[in-house]
């Protein structure tokens, strides 16, 4: 792969009239929650979803389609109107606004599903006609509908249920409620585990994660907004100490039973990526042990809950980290695709139930990052790539049989597509740095491509600083490693201008994308008007650049992509405009703790900072992805000092201002409090805000008190 | 009462050669918990005590005393040296230093009580001997011995226990512990309750509290400086809510039974004051109403517990506090003393027990502080007032007979005197705004004096501010006001300084009296060094003034002190030195509240404001305190409202920075978090900081880190 050091220049400021360039924006225009926010977020489909293979969308009122070719069809799909007249006539609940549906993948049932007054509705649309009317409970989430609707599994609040169509209620759990959680997503959401129930291809059989809490100690949160102070306790197992307890379970609906898988070694281990086998006599469990160093794909025989072999192993010396379920080749029992990353990028692979790799699918030093679809006749394996630039996300297929690659999505950019049922069109909508949004519905076969909306850009009549997108290379001499650099509006080239790095640089991320404006935030708008320039890059130790970039940081977070992040300040510094002596530093979360370590780390380069929900002691971070990029406390007791940001707390010679939410679940308050503790003991001077009510991040309206609060700090100690 | 619009001025400046004035004190010298901050105390008599008539001091690993005319007795009372001897001859425990000891009364009796190795041990330092070891619990604490040493009460967790000299324990608590608490102060330490055992004249019988608060919210505080952040639960019935339930019992260890007081009324009103009739049949409470409006002094049967009769009631539209139980007079079962401020200022009476006000013995626009004693014939009664001037404290005695009154403490300032045990002659230890500390053996009879010790000026080589103290009139333009005004080192009248006003102004306080330098805190010696003015002035609602220069701020707090804290600014404005366009305010608890609500009050006026552990909505604060000042939220909506800082936030202005311990079992962190909320969601922008681990205050050596940052806050804001 090549990159040239200056990708991209948007210079958006150029095709504007001077009169135009006056106006400035607001964090209201620029902050997620900001009063005026969505006015300036570029025009999108609403809703779009395919009923089979016709696109359906939101406009108004109306659910209007599109034909194969991309034609509006004028006749709406459903209307607010004709739909309450259904529901009147089955004597329901009428609506003042659409409903979110879920449309039927059968051409011949012309379904709608949707959630109102306690009952998921089944809605004829040709007939206008309510045609099922399954009640549920108050406080059931997580609808999952098994394949042919004849169930939908439910929570409800640590509870599992399954309910038939005649709105028959099961209850799947069976211990007393309280530390056990039935049927929810486990290990903290970590490898990729998002829900906690998996029907069977059939649809007859449940299987379900079930976790024991009770084992692990309580981190208390105070809720202040009560009359009186109140703790809401959450589970959190913090690194080295007694962590969760989970089992698989296979319910029954027709005896009512549930066989568990027989899972052995310690209970702490994890059991992730649940895989029905097509023809559901088998379910394959990544099954990790609690250092992550080392995965066994098994099967369980379904009936008796026994395992029955071990297909393969991948072992680390670092971390494995599967996150992608097996995915069988459809009506075929024996082949299913793998993802791994064992060969330094995640690929895809193609196995049999023996355990023997058939075939690497996909290859080279870019990543597939998602599986779409593999359509019904198990010939291709639609997914998504990096293959044409580390920084955008494309649409490939790939055929099973020979493993030749097709691309799918033509334009540069992060390309997010949706196929049809049947994969014979998709609509994608997407973004460059200079395509604000754009919509095509595109032909598999041939390529042909219709476009449906492209978005106007919202910030056409307002001065905008000029964002440009390069490489440098990393610490370690070899990794190119993408930067966003933001120049402040009204550029001067013959002044010097304070600037401020804007970081995260922890794992599964990545700050620089070829989307709109290179992915810049608002706030990097905001900061350049006010004359600052903006800097973030996304070091090693970030997303979607293979293995041993990601790995990089393995059991010495902070260490080298501080490296990394410095050779952005050495680059920064050759840029004539850029005053070395006032340089700042702001991230949240992994973004805060690196701010922090950078800091306290290069103490002479940073004059302030801001860290936001920062990690500043990794020991009293969570088991799961705590222990996988860092160990366990006790064998690498280095390591989680050298992490320590407290252990660092001297070092502090800038201003640097910590901010928390006090119901933040994710990094506790415990880490900036600890700080502050430490650094009242060595006679350092940090400063703190606490953002009330508010977890991990600070969202909704008080996010653009938020970011005035972090601009007043740069304005009164770097300006 | 006549006050000179200035009182004193201290100009140490003045005694010292130009080369000594260049030193400057740091903070670790100014503030409490600084590491040199001892070197600058002026000296006292360590461990001052009586045995008997004997005054006893410590000096080294000696116990040194002076005979009646005050010299000194070369003959060691006792040494660390004989003690150890002793102990080892008991096959006790030696000791590293000497221990605190309790002396005899009785000089026939040469015995010194205390501690050691979980026993109480009675050391005859005439023999040389340990005559009596009493062992104890491990965690026993409270330790309250009966008059005649037979029986010492003791507190264990929430259970009380007697131990008799024999060193058998008896249980006298019966409830399973948790929520009940035996044995212990009550009312939070409201109604000069400070301990929670009352032994009988006699010594059989045990009066006690028991408080159930099973029906009292917890407030969770968070530790985290466990692995884990972990809930200490505090008991804290808030403004308004449900109340613990207090009971009075009279335990006899001869026969093992409580009797329980048939006390009436809500179960949330206050028992208050217990004292005991000299016969020991009957025991006197002050009870009163929750509104706290209303007093009964209530006799109670000790035998049977039946309420014998009501001696007197005493009601206020406002609150009545009684802080001081009955005393009777020596030897007569039918004549107590009682303290009220029933004719406006706290004096003293003479009752008996029909309920009959005999006479008024003291009388006049001043108060009676404390009785210090009554004689053993019943003739005198010793006790504190500042009948000389609202800032100092002195000694007097009145007869009992004709209420004539003697002053026993001659030099102006603020003395502690120490009485022997007939009577005859007291210790004076005392200061005055020029006198860092004086102490003075002095004959009740014939005044004359003997001094003891004479502090040098710690600061006799350090450049010092200027301290003056002084009255203006409060905005009622009827009371003065005492303030204390320091100007910078190296003060030049033609230059404009920046001026921080520091204030508490909440009932029970005095900022200013003519003790050492005027009682100036070591902060303010330290602002005046870098050039700011301090200024501190106790408006009404502060203590020793009188019942309605107190009570004026009932039922809207920071009002009417906030008036004649803006009295002082007036008066600051016509000092040509001082810049009213740089006037910062900084105070603690309710000199938080009052910091917090003067910025948001006069916003025009502050410019700074550093506000601790403030009070910020009085619906937060506690029962006791809170409801005698605010009443009840319910009752009393609008002052709730108008005292509620969250009502003022947008009227935000200034800097204002919160300071608060996350361990505050006082004034709660709700406070400030709930402010920070409601800033946040009208868009001011108030700073924050937390010392973690910190209850009320920060003490110990953090204290410095604490002034510190409220330095800089300062510096970066007003300077």
Request: glycine share 8%; aromatic share 12%; net charge negative.
């Given at each position: 792969m090549k990159f040239i050091k200056s990708l991209f220049i948007l210079t958006i400021a150029g095709i504007m009239t001077v009169d135009a360039q006056q106006k400035s924006l607001t964090l209201d225009d620029l902050i997620p929650g900001g009063k005026t926010y969505n006015q300036f977020q570029p025009e999108r489909i609403k809703s779009p979803a395919f009923w089979a293979d016709r696109f359906v969308f939101r406009q108004g009122d109306s659910i209007m389609s599109r034909n194969a070719a991309g034609s509006l069809i004028k006749q709406p799909v459903i209307t607010l109107g004709k739909l309450n007249e259904a529901l009147q006539a089955d004597q329901k609940k009428t609506l003042k606004g659409l409903p979110?549906?879920?449309?039927?993948?059968?051409?011949?049932?012309?379904?709608?599903?949707?959630?109102?007054?306690?009952?998921?509705?089944?809605?004829?649309?040709?007939?206008?006609?309510?045609?099922?009317?399954?009640?549920?409970?108050?406080?059931?989430?997580?609808?999952?509908?098994?394949?042919?609707?004849?169930?939908?599994?439910?929570?409800n609040g640590n509870k599992l249920f399954i309910i038939d169509s005649e709105g028959k209620r099961t209850e799947v759990s069976t211990d007393d409620p309280g530390d056990i959680v039935w049927g929810q997503s486990v290990h903290r959401n970590e490898f990729g585990i998002n829900k906690g129930t998996y029907?069977?291809?059939?649809?007859?059989?449940?299987?379900?994660?079930?976790?024991?809490?009770?084992?692990?100690?309580?981190?208390?949160?105070?809720?202040?907004?009560a009359r009186q102070g109140e703790v809401v306790n959450t589970k959190y197992p913090m690194a080295g100490m007694t962590s969760h307890e989970v089992t698989v379970g296979v319910f029954d609906p027709a005896t009512g039973k549930t066989v568990y898988l027989q899972t052995e070694g310690p209970k702490d281990?994890?059991?992730?990526?649940?895989?029905?086998?097509?023809?559901?006599?088998?379910?394959?469990?990544?099954?990790?042990?609690?250092?992550?160093?080392?995965?066994?794909?098994?099967?369980?025989?379904?009936?008796?809950?026994?395992?029955?072999?071990?297909?393969?192993?991948?072992?680390s010396d670092k971390y494995v980290e599967p996150e992608n379920p097996a995915m069988f080749i459809p009506g075929n029992d024996d082949r299913f695709v793998w993802m791994s990353e064992k060969d330094g990028y995640k690929h895809l692979y193609l196995y049999d139930m023996e355990g023997n790799q058939i075939r690497q699918l996909t290859s080279g030093e870019w990543v597939v990052k998602d599986i779409v679809r593999i359509d019904k006749k198990g010939e291709y394996i639609y997914y998504l790539s990096n293959e044409t630039s580390?920084?955008?996300?494309?649409?490939?297929?790939?055929?099973?049989?020979?493993?030749?690659?097709?691309?799918?999505?033509?334009?540069?950019?992060?390309?997010y597509p949706r196929l049809n049922a049947s994969a014979t069109t998709f609509v994608d909508q997407y973004s460059a740095i200079d395509v604000p949004s754009k919509a095509v519905l595109v032909n598999t076969s041939n390529g042909k491509t219709n476009t449906l909306l492209e978005s106007a850009n919202p910030y056409q009549e307002y001065a905008m600083p000029e964002i440009s997108v390069g490489t440098i290379k990393a610490a370690d001499g070899v990794s190119d490693l993408y930067?966003?650099?933001?120049?402040?509006?009204?550029?001067?080239?013959n002044k010097k201008y304070p600037v401020i790095v804007y970081l995260y640089n922890g794992p599964h991320s990545q700050m620089?994308?070829?989307?709109?404006?290179?992915?810049?935030?608002?706030?990097?708008?905001?900061?350049?008007?006010?004359?600052?320039?903006?800097?973030?890059?996304?070091g090693r130790g970030t997303d979607f650049r293979g293995r041993?970039?990601?790995?990089?940081?393995?059991?010495?977070?902070?260490?080298?992509?501080?490296?990394?992040?410095?050779?952005?300040?050495?680059?920064?510094?050759?840029?004539?405009?850029?005053?070395?002596?006032?340089?700042?530093?702001?991230?949240?979360?992994?973004?805060?703790?690196?701010?922090?370590?950078?800091?306290?780390?290069?103490?002479?380069?940073?004059?302030?900072g801001v860290a936001g929900g920062p990690v500043m002691d990794w020991k009293l971070y969570e088991v799961m992805y705590g222990e996988r990029y860092m160990g366990n406390p006790e064998t690498n007791p280095e390591g989680y000092e050298t992490s320590c940001m407290l252990d660092k707390a001297q070092n502090l010679q800038g201003r640097l201002l910590l901010i928390h939410g006090d119901m933040d679940p994710v990094v506790v308050m415990q880490h900036s409090l600890n700080f502050l503790r430490k650094s009242v003991e060595v006679g350092v001077y940090p400063d703190f805000f606490v953002y009330p009510g508010h977890e991990h991040n600070v969202r909704g309206n008080d996010r653009v008190h938020l970011h005035e609060k972090i601009t007043r700090y740069f304005d009164d100690y770097l300006k």
């Amino acid at each position: 792969m090549k990159f040239i050091k200056s990708l991209f220049i948007l210079t958006i400021a150029g095709i504007m009239t001077v009169d135009a360039q006056q106006k400035s924006l607001t964090l209201d225009d620029l902050i997620p929650g900001g009063k005026t926010y969505n006015q300036f977020q570029p025009e999108r489909i609403k809703s779009p979803a395919f009923w089979a293979d016709r696109f359906v969308f939101r406009q108004g009122d109306s659910i209007m389609s599109r034909n194969a070719a991309g034609s509006l069809i004028k006749q709406p799909v459903i209307t607010l109107g004709k739909l309450n007249e259904a529901l009147q006539a089955d004597q329901k609940k009428t609506l003042k606004g659409l409903p979110a549906f879920t449309f039927s993948t059968d051409s011949k049932k012309p379904y709608a599903v949707f959630y109102n007054d306690n009952f998921i509705l089944t809605y004829d649309f040709a007939t206008n006609k309510i045609v099922k009317a399954i009640p549920y409970a108050q406080g059931d989430t997580a609808f999952d509908f098994n394949p042919d609707d004849t169930f939908v599994a439910v929570n409800n609040g640590n509870k599992l249920f399954i309910i038939d169509s005649e709105g028959k209620r099961t209850e799947v759990s069976t211990d007393d409620p309280g530390d056990i959680v039935w049927g929810q997503s486990v290990h903290r959401n970590e490898f990729g585990i998002n829900k906690g129930t998996y029907w069977s291809p059939k649809g007859n059989l449940l299987a379900f994660y079930r976790m024991d809490e009770t084992m692990v100690r309580d981190y208390p949160l105070v809720n202040v907004g009560a009359r009186q102070g109140e703790v809401v306790n959450t589970k959190y197992p913090m690194a080295g100490m007694t962590s969760h307890e989970v089992t698989v379970g296979v319910f029954d609906p027709a005896t009512g039973k549930t066989v568990y898988l027989q899972t052995e070694g310690p209970k702490d281990h994890y059991l992730t990526n649940i895989a029905w086998t097509p023809d559901q006599s088998r379910i394959l469990l990544a099954e990790l042990n609690r250092e992550q160093n080392h995965m066994d794909l098994n099967v369980y025989d379904v009936k008796t809950g026994k395992k029955l072999k071990t297909l393969f192993s991948e072992s680390s010396d670092k971390y494995v980290e599967p996150e992608n379920p097996a995915m069988f080749i459809p009506g075929n029992d024996d082949r299913f695709v793998w993802m791994s990353e064992k060969d330094g990028y995640k690929h895809l692979y193609l196995y049999d139930m023996e355990g023997n790799q058939i075939r690497q699918l996909t290859s080279g030093e870019w990543v597939v990052k998602d599986i779409v679809r593999i359509d019904k006749k198990g010939e291709y394996i639609y997914y998504l790539s990096n293959e044409t630039s580390p920084i955008e996300q494309h649409l490939y297929k790939v055929s099973v049989k020979d493993g030749k690659r097709t691309k799918l999505t033509a334009e540069p950019g992060v390309h997010y597509p949706r196929l049809n049922a049947s994969a014979t069109t998709f609509v994608d909508q997407y973004s460059a740095i200079d395509v604000p949004s754009k919509a095509v519905l595109v032909n598999t076969s041939n390529g042909k491509t219709n476009t449906l909306l492209e978005s106007a850009n919202p910030y056409q009549e307002y001065a905008m600083p000029e964002i440009s997108v390069g490489t440098i290379k990393a610490a370690d001499g070899v990794s190119d490693l993408y930067y966003r650099l933001t120049t402040p509006v009204d550029f001067d080239p013959n002044k010097k201008y304070p600037v401020i790095v804007y970081l995260y640089n922890g794992p599964h991320s990545q700050m620089i994308t070829n989307s709109w404006q290179a992915a810049i935030r608002g706030w990097d708008i905001y900061m350049a008007q006010k004359g600052y320039v903006m800097f973030t890059i996304d070091g090693r130790g970030t997303d979607f650049r293979g293995r041993d970039f990601e790995q990089a940081i393995h059991k010495q977070v902070g260490v080298e992509e501080g490296k990394d992040q410095m050779k952005g300040i050495e680059f920064l510094k050759t840029l004539p405009y850029v005053d070395a002596d006032r340089i700042g530093i702001h991230g949240w979360s992994y973004g805060g703790f690196m701010t922090t370590n950078m800091l306290l780390t290069y103490p002479e380069t940073f004059k302030v900072g801001v860290a936001g929900g920062p990690v500043m002691d990794w020991k009293l971070y969570e088991v799961m992805y705590g222990e996988r990029y860092m160990g366990n406390p006790e064998t690498n007791p280095e390591g989680y000092e050298t992490s320590c940001m407290l252990d660092k707390a001297q070092n502090l010679q800038g201003r640097l201002l910590l901010i928390h939410g006090d119901m933040d679940p994710v990094v506790v308050m415990q880490h900036s409090l600890n700080f502050l503790r430490k650094s009242v003991e060595v006679g350092v001077y940090p400063d703190f805000f606490v953002y009330p009510g508010h977890e991990h991040n600070v969202r909704g309206n008080d996010r653009v008190h938020l970011h005035e609060k972090i601009t007043r700090y740069f304005d009164d100690y770097l300006k």
